[in-house]
């Protein structure tokens, strides 16, 4: 099998991750802006061709929309492309299969989202954006299996990664994938924040949930900000949201610990862990800071886009670890 890189091939690969990174940075906007309906219809925008929308029509709400629409088609596109080039050139069969579930899941994303507009079900954005954060992983996943250090990585010597580490990221990436759920269903509830404060939660370590309790907050919502009136449960899911979080932040400090008293501090690995765990800690302070500026939209914005970081760099560093530990057996 000829395995020579193929430099074209991965720097493509490479341009459809960043587009779907920026999409889903866009995509948080969106939501953020509570902008997801400001354009009406779909697949055409206020009754134009997508592509042809006259540019007055490109303000407020619905330049979010409009430019998430126009980047999802890019990235659309950019699948098409990419699938039909490893069908084409990658030797390797699962290449092909792997390039043909990007272009189905691409293919998803874009019915879902058209869905989420047409049945003006916000319910839709909770997969809307469970699909966006596999689809990431899918095409960075891609991106490393054409680049040359992942084609050459049998010729070099490689140091067996314990499967008890492994089997630690993995378990701590499942984990934060199931975080991106949850915090997914609270910002596409529209309610604001449901906690006001932090770290404490209603000046209290644990809230009171009480049917007395939520009237007396919702009373005080609508008089001084004007939200929309918040529920039990999603007092209870945002203080999940946040032991969640908490737990995930002590899940990578050990693996961040584990992986230097394994690998060693100087193995590339290693090293990888440490970002992780900058990266949650950097998500943590965005997060608190997302309540304390009552949810601005670019903080919050950035706290979607760490979010997908951290998820990609453990799925990748399970990738990475497993390959290595099958080429040094």
Known sequence: MNKNPRPALFWFAVLNAVATFLLIGLGGLVTSHEAGMSVPDWPTSYGYNMFALPIR????????EHTHRLLASTVGFLTTVLAV??????????????GVAAFLLVL?????????????????????????QIFLVLVCSIALFTSRWWLNSDKEKQIAVPRGLRSH??????????????AATMRHQHAGLSIPDFPLAYGKVWPDTSTTAIASYNEHR????????I?????????VHRLVAY????????????????????????????VWLGLLTLQ?????????????????????MVGALALLIGSLWCIVAARRTRLAA
């Open 57 to 64: 029509f490109w303000t407020g709400g619905a330049f979010f």
């Open 85 to 98: 080039w490893l069908w084409l050139k990658d030797p390797r069969k699962w290449m092909h299969w792997l």
């Open 108 to 132: 998803l994303q874009g019915i879902l989202g058209g869905l989420r507009v047409d049945l003006k079900m916000a319910s839709l954005g909770v997969f809307h954006g469970a699909i966006a």
């Open 169 to 182: 990221f993995l378990w701590v990436t499942i984990l934060i994938f199931i975080q991106l759920l949850i």
């Open 222 to 229: 609508i008089e001084m900000n004007g939200e929309n009136p």
């Open 231 to 239: 529920t039990a449960f999603q007092v209870v899911l945002q203080m």
């Open 247 to 274: 737990t995930i932040f002590l899940g990578v400090a050990a693996a961040a610990m584990l992986a230097r008293k394994k690998l060693g501090g100087g193995d590339a690995l290693t090293k990888f862990a440490f």
């Open 284 to 304: 943590i302070i965005l997060g608190a800071a997302t309540i304390w500026t009552n949810k601005a939209a670019d903080i919050a914005t950035l706290h979607v």
